[in-house]
């Protein structure tokens, strides 16, 4: 049974709303500890986007904590933004020039190193799961 829904009142087809707050109101860490896993990463990364004097702390929070995940790609991708987010920051015409704001380096030992960990644990798994089907 198909059923034709109105585009406008199918909440899967609205267009994101992106909006940005100013002036927040907003305990960072306080918010983040209400969270756990890879939610308190998507939220601290919500933030970032919408919130542009929390983005440096909320994108240096949310790169320590994928490090205590496996998820090389997202550490890779949150590395990314937060070295944008440091220039932009630097090339703001009211920026201070000793505030200093430098992004952590990208942590290359750290990747290789989750990533052959992360292989070795998918083919253990792998491995397990062969073993219980035969």
């Given at each position: 049974?198909?059923?034709?829904?109105?585009?406008?009142?199918?909440?899967?087809?609205?267009?994101?709303?992106?909006?940005?707050?100013?002036?927040?109101?907003?305990?960072?860490?306080?918010?983040?500890?209400?969270?756990?896993?890879?939610?308190?990463?998507?939220?601290?990364?919500?933030?970032?986007?919408?919130?542009?004097?929390?983005?440096?702390?909320?994108?240096?929070?949310?790169?320590?904590?994928?490090?205590?995940?496996?998820?090389?790609?997202?550490?890779?991708?949150?590395?990314?933004?937060?070295?944008?987010?440091?220039?932009?920051?630097?090339?703001?015409?009211?920026?201070?020039?000793?505030?200093?704001?430098?992004?952590?380096?990208?942590?290359?030992?750290?990747?290789?190193?989750?990533?052959k960990k992360a292989l070795l644990?998918?083919?253990?798994?792998?491995?397990?799961?062969?073993?219980?089907?035969?």
């Open positions: 049974m198909q059923i034709d829904v109105d585009p406008q009142e199918d909440p899967q087809n609205a267009p994101d709303v992106n909006y940005v707050v100013e002036n927040p109101s907003l305990d960072l860490e306080q918010y983040a500890a209400s969270y756990s896993g890879l939610m308190r990463i998507e939220r601290l990364q919500f933030i970032a986007d919408h919130c542009p004097t929390l983005r440096v702390e909320a994108l240096k929070m949310a790169l320590s904590f994928v490090q205590r995940t496996f998820n090389v790609d997202m550490y890779e991708e949150i590395h990314r933004k937060l070295s944008e987010a440091t220039r932009e920051l630097q090339n703001a015409p009211d920026a201070i020039p000793e505030s200093g704001v430098e992004p952590p380096p990208l942590d290359t030992a750290w990747v290789e190193a989750t990533r644990k998918l083919e253990k798994l792998d491995t397990d799961l062969k073993n219980y089907k035969g």
